[in-house]
T-cell receptor, first 115, second 109 residues
């Protein structure tokens, strides 16, 4: 069964460092998303991406965050200068249709720990 | 802003029991998702609903658009059903999902 894959599964970084989280969505999907979940809290939407551009982003997705689909298969989330409060599990998801019409497929998550 | 409320927050059941998890939201939506989060953290989509009822195996999801309410039912619960069940909604014309806090289900043999 097709799946969304994420790397790394766990990354530890120092505050102020840049981090890139990688995702390989399901190949025929057109919509891509990043979500985060701070430990013990609910999942939060970060950004959606369609047709090589951001279609929607939340208040959390400020200038330190960026997304890119560099090669037609990978979908990356970059955090430019990490803060302690960026420590969370980051989930990538993809769907054939938008989240208001299509089933979402999630990756296993990338746990980011900022020290 | 659409708020999503789930109840109960925690639920312990004996194996074989019928389980119901509820989700309420405050404004109109285009779709409602039920998700399962495993103890290891991974998230799996169970259902996406915009109206009516869907069934998959022992799981049934219903939605009442007028009452802004959805329920997830598990028949003949099993310890492997132990997980956090999350309700999430998308508003009209939006790709953004708003998530509930989840219901932690523990099924005891």
């Amino acid at each position: 069964e097709p799946e969304v894959t994420q790397t790394p599964s766990h990354q530890v970084t120092q505050m102020g460092q840049e981090v890139i989280l990688r995702c390989v969505p399901i190949s025929n999907h057109l919509y891509f998303y990043w979500y985060r979940q701070i430990l013990g809290q609910k999942v939060e939407f970060l950004v959606s991406f369609y047709n090589n551009e951001i279609s929607e982003k939340s208040e959390i997705f400020d200038d330190q965050f960026s997304v890119e689909r560099p090669d037609g298969s990978n979908f990356t989330l970059k955090i430019r200068s990490t803060k302690l409060e960026d420590s969370a599990m980051y989930f990538c998801a993809s769907s054939e249709d938008g989240a208001n019409t299509g089933e979402l497929f999630f990756g296993e998550g990338s746990r980011l720990t900022v020290l | 802003k659409n708020e999503v409320e789930q109840s109960p927050q925690n639920l312990t059941a004996q194996e074989g029991e019928f389980i119901t998890i509820n989700c309420s939201y405050s404004v109109g939506i285009s779709a409602l998702h039920w998700l399962q989060q495993h103890p290891g953290g991974g998230i799996v989509s169970l259902f996406m609903l915009s109206s009516g009822k869907k069934k998959h195996g022992r799981l049934i999801a219903t939605i009442n658009i007028q009452e802004k309410h959805s329920s997830l039912h598990i028949t003949a619960s099993h310890p492997r059903d132990s997980a956090v069940y999350i309700c999430a909604i998308s508003g009209a014309g939006s790709y953004q999902l708003t998530f509930g806090k989840g219901t932690k289900l523990s099924v005891i043999p």
